[in-house]
């Protein structure tokens, strides 16, 4: 059984840091992809940051400058280092991975979500 469990969400004040982890864990042949997405109270779920493969990154354009995603392979890991948060980034943060298990194909698989506030 495949799981991403989710840390380092919290309260923050406007123009602080955060950095959520989120490694995966279970049996599993490899790791194709790991990102950050988010979900405000009342909008839907947006894409923040993405890490593909060898580390092509992708970044929402309100993210870009800020955060930093970055992972480790031998820890099967996923970082994002958040810098000038602002508290139009409060959300619940959640960790996706697109994951092969065993005799499977490629699955996307979810964190149960951290929730990053930043007060004015």
């Known amino acids: 059984q495949v799981q991403l469990v989710e840390s380092g969400g919290g309260l923050v004040q406007a123009g602080g840091s955060l950095r959520l982890s989120c490694a995966a864990s279970?049996?599993?042949?490899?790791?194709?992809?790991m990102g950050w997405y988010r979900q405000a109270p009342g909008k839907e779920r947006e894409l923040v940051a993405t890490?593909?493969?060898?580390?092509?990154?992708n970044y929402a354009d309100s993210t870009k400058g800020r955060f930093t995603i970055s992972r480790d392979f031998a820890k099967n890991t996923v970082y994002l280092q958040m810098n000038s948060l602002e508290p139009e980034d409060t959300a619940a943060y959640y960790c996706?991975?697109?994951?092969?298990?065993?005799?499977?194909?490629?699955?996307?698989?979810w964190g149960h979500g951290t929730q990053v506030t930043v007060s004015s």
């Open positions: 279970g049996s599993f042949r490899s790791i194709n992809s």
């Open positions: 996706n991975a697109n994951i092969l298990p065993f005799g499977a194909y490629y699955t996307n698989y």
């Open positions: 890490i593909i493969g060898g580390g092509s990154t």
